[in-house]
């Protein structure tokens, strides 16, 4: 069973939602609480692009709709800036929690959970983990892996330990200090695996690899 890990620091989150009231319980209700700091709290997709470059949070904490657009289409901007991100919605629904996984997202919590839930998510978002709620993960990876299927191209054995530092839950920016690449070499061989499995994100690639046994 999945258990929430303690970091030495604090998670630091750059929050993304434009309810003022909604936003400032979150931080009122972290501030003192020490596993996860708030350093930026905005209400658009543009004010978090800008808050994302200057601060390069763990963890976004992402509404999804925004006054200037919806927030899943930020996540592939965000990810790419070292960034895992946990997509807070009131819709739970299947379909918007596999858009988010196609997104990029790390996990998806839901505006109801209560604030011990949301902590736990951040925390395990952080530590690498992939969080969505737990009545809605199986019909997730279901349509996700439902709809592709491999087509026997091998990967190589780069991509294939790019595949494996992906289903660790290692971010762009890690899976190149790991392998010892440049950030658009990482591209590269992520859009090769994702190109030969099928998938149309990372998450969706880790579970199509373990449906088909490429992780064993």
């Known amino acids: 069973m999945a258990h929430s890990p303690h970091p ?11 309810h003022h009231m909604v936003a400032e319980a979150i931080r009122l209700a972290w501030a003192d609480a020490g596993e996860v700091e708030v350093v930026a709290s905005v209400g ?17 904490l992402l509404d999804r709709r925004l006054p200037d657009g919806d927030g899943l289409d ?3 901007h965000f990810e790419e800036q070292g960034a895992r ?3 807070l919605t009131g819709e739970a ?21 209560r604030l011990e839930e949301l902590t736990e998510a951040v925390l395990r978002v952080a530590a690498g983990e992939v969080v969505f709620d737990g009545g809605l993960l199986a019909g997730v990876l279901d349509k996700l892996t439902g709809r592709a299927k ?15 530092l992906m289903a660790d839950g ?26 030969k499995l099928g998938a149309r994100s990372k998450l969706e690639a880790v579970a199509i690899a373990r449906r088909d046994g490429l992780l064993d």
Do not use: Y
């Open 74 to 76: 930020a996540i592939g």
């Open 8 to 18: 030495s620091r604090p998670v630091r989150v750059v929050l993304v939602e434009d």
């Open 170 to 195: 290692a971010s762009t920016e890690e899976i190149g200090e790991r392998m010892g690449v440049a950030r658009n070499t990482v591209r590269n061989h992520v859009q090769r695996v994702l190109e």
């Open 150 to 164: 491999t087509d026997g191209v091998p990967l190589t054995v780069r991509e294939r330990e790019a595949l494996l």
């Open 93 to 113: 629904t299947v379909s918007v929690a596999a858009r988010a996984a196609e997104s990029g997202a790390a996990g998806l919590v839901l505006k109801s959970a």
């Open 44 to 60: 658009s997709v543009a004010a978090a692009a800008a808050e994302v470059r200057r601060h390069r949070p763990d963890v976004v």
């Open 85 to 87: 991100v946990l997509v």
